[in-house]
């Protein structure tokens, strides 16, 4: 019994001092197929509250209701779950939780193809919505197109060569750098937002066909398997 007690404790002190993975990963369920989702440690907010939501089963259920090819699709209005809302002058994209995220730019984070960013509204500050975001399909950018988005919508700010060379070789959506929160990247089956944003849809973005999702948060193991399989472990 005392070597019994001794293991035990043994074992639970080992569990207590484990490392925990370095990076929390989320999957994105549908019909057209499933992604994996790496949550960015550089926005602990936006991170943080995605995975309260998913835990809760917010987002089952939910609808990607904004489709746009080359550029992005957009899901997590609690809303778009009685598509009876959708109504001329009332169209989903405008369900909440009911708070916001502050803003959590970092100059490391861009809208390369694949990330996931968070929507808003146009509020001062940029916050995010407490619930609503999108993950881009982007296209590429020749050095020209650039050039021209810097001195246009972009307004002078510049884009470091190292982004300059994603945008033109894998693409993204640059027009949107610092001004929504980037907070994670699929890290596997992009196909999946290919497959979607390439759905009809109406004059207004939205799939003619109810494209729902499941959101679920990969436990420990599955997360620190991750993490070297991508060489991302501590």
């Known amino acids: 019994m005392k070597k019994l ?3 035990v404790i043994l074992l639970a002190t080992l569990t207590a001092f484990a490392k925990p993975p370095k990076n929390q990963y989320v999957r994105v369920s549908t019909s057209f197929g499933d992604c994996i989702i790496r949550l960015y440690n550089e926005t602990p907010g936006h991170r943080d509250n995605f995975i309260k939501l998913a835990k809760k089963g917010f987002y089952n259920g ?10 992005m699709i957009q899901g997590g209005d609690p809303d778009s779950r009685d598509t009876s809302k959708n ?9 909440d939780v009911g708070y916001t995220i502050p803003a959590e730019f970092n100059d490391s984070l861009f809208h390369k193809r694949g990330v996931l960013a968070a929507a808003r509204d146009d509020n001062p500050a940029k916050a995010s919505s407490g619930c609503q975001f999108y993950i881009v399909e982007g296209k590429r950018f ?3 197109d650039l050039d021209k988005l810097i001195a246009g919508r972009l307004k002078g700010r ?11 070789t894998v693409g993204g959506a640059p027009h949107l ?14 196909d999946m937002v290919d497959r979607i944003a390439g759905v009809k849809k109406d004059e207004r973005d939205r799939p003619l066909t109810n494209i729902p999702m499941t959101v679920s ?13 991508l060489g991302l472990a501590r």
């Open 5 to 7: 007690f001794t293991l």
């Open 62 to 71: 939910t609808l990607f209701h904004r489709v746009i090819q080359n550029f």
């Open 87 to 95: 109504k001329p002058g009332a169209e989903l994209g405008n369900g």
């Open 142 to 144: 020749t050095d020209a």
């Open 158 to 168: 510049v884009i470091p060569p190292s982004q300059r060379e994603i945008y033109e």
């Open 177 to 190: 750098d610092q001004g929504y929160t980037v907070y994670g990247e699929v890290v596997t089956g992009i």
């Open 217 to 229: 948060v990969l436990s420990k193991g599955q997360c620190k398997d991750l993490d070297k399989l």
